[in-house]
């Protein structure tokens, strides 16, 4: 399964649905015990609007809740996003090793 996105704007509507949209990943994976899983990441302090990216696990595991709100396949990020946002943040090492 390949990376997802969706694009973010920095606004308060949008703000407000990114975080609706986290916490029902959020719970997902808790109700799952995957947390460990998967790794989440943002371009958010880099650009606006920025990516919000799903790593293949979170895709497999949330594929109706981030169909809900837009995501698209795209390739993994060629450099780690600086924004770490939920999961297990030492799967960035993983998916980016020379860049740990």
């Not at 947390?35 to 880099?46: D, F, G, H, W």
């Not at 809740?65 to 990020?77: H, N, Q, R, T």
């Amino acid at each position: 399964m390949p990376w997802h996105r969706i694009a973010l704007r920095l606004d308060d509507d949008s703000i407000t649905r990114d975080m609706e949209l986290c916490d029902k990943v959020d719970r997902r994976l808790d109700d799952r015990h995957a947390l460990a899983e998967v790794y989440i990441c943002s371009t958010a302090s880099t650009r606006d609007p920025a990516d919000l990216y799903f790593c293949p696990r979170t895709v497999e595991l949330c594929s109706d809740i981030l169909a809900e709100y837009g995501a698209v396949e795209c390739d993994k990020p060629a450099t780690r996003p600086p924004a770490f946002v939920l999961g297990n943040p030492d799967l960035g090492k993983r998916h980016w090793p020379d860049q740990a």
